[in-house]
């Protein structure tokens, strides 16, 4: 399988955890929450996120809902995982970011940073699982 397929499927990824990231950082903020919740609903709702893009491209296909979940869960787990550990892992350690709030730059350039970090380290788990037929392959069956 190609680089840019794995590429292609790590961007589809990208952008669900984008959203939810982002949706949960807004959240808990908003909210007064402190680092450790607010983090916990950022990752809970990039796997949202990234699962229910998945889920709409199965579905258009018409395939039902059970096994529209399940080939989502299959395709996008690890790589959604990867990416959170990637890009948590990021925000977690360069200082002053877990500080940051949203309307500082420091917050959107260091997060920026995070998503791009996770981008490159995950390429390569989806090429792998790509290439054993596994992860976004999966998804590709549904697709015409």
């Known amino acids: 399988m190609s680089w840019s397929m794995a590429a ?3 961007l589809h990824c990208l952008t669900g955890c984008a ?3 982002v949706l949960g950082m807004v959240i ?8 450790l919740p607010t ?5 809970i709702l990039a796997f949202f996120f990234g699962y229910a893009l998945t889920l709409r491209g199965i579905l258009k296909a018409g395939v039902d809902f059970k096994t529209a979940f399940k080939v989502a869960l299959a395709a996008d787990t690890l790589s959604i995982a990867v990416m959170e550990i990637i890009d948590n892992g ?12 949203l309307s ?5 350039i260091v997060l920026a940073i995070a998503l791009a970090a ?3 380290i995950t390429t390569p788990v989806n090429k ?16 015409h």
């Open 90 to 101: 990021v925000i977690a350690l360069w200082p002053g970011a877990m500080d940051a709030h």
């Open 118 to 120: 996770a981008f490159v």
């Open 28 to 35: 808990g903020t908003a909210l007064g929450w402190g680092n």
């Open 39 to 43: 983090m916990v609903l950022a990752i």
């Open 104 to 108: 500082e730059p420091l917050f959107w």
């Open 128 to 143: 792998w699982m790509i290439g054993r037929g596994k992860g976004h392959a999966v998804v590709h069956q549904y697709h």
């Open 8 to 10: 292609q499927a790590t």
């Open 19 to 21: 959203i939810g990231e």
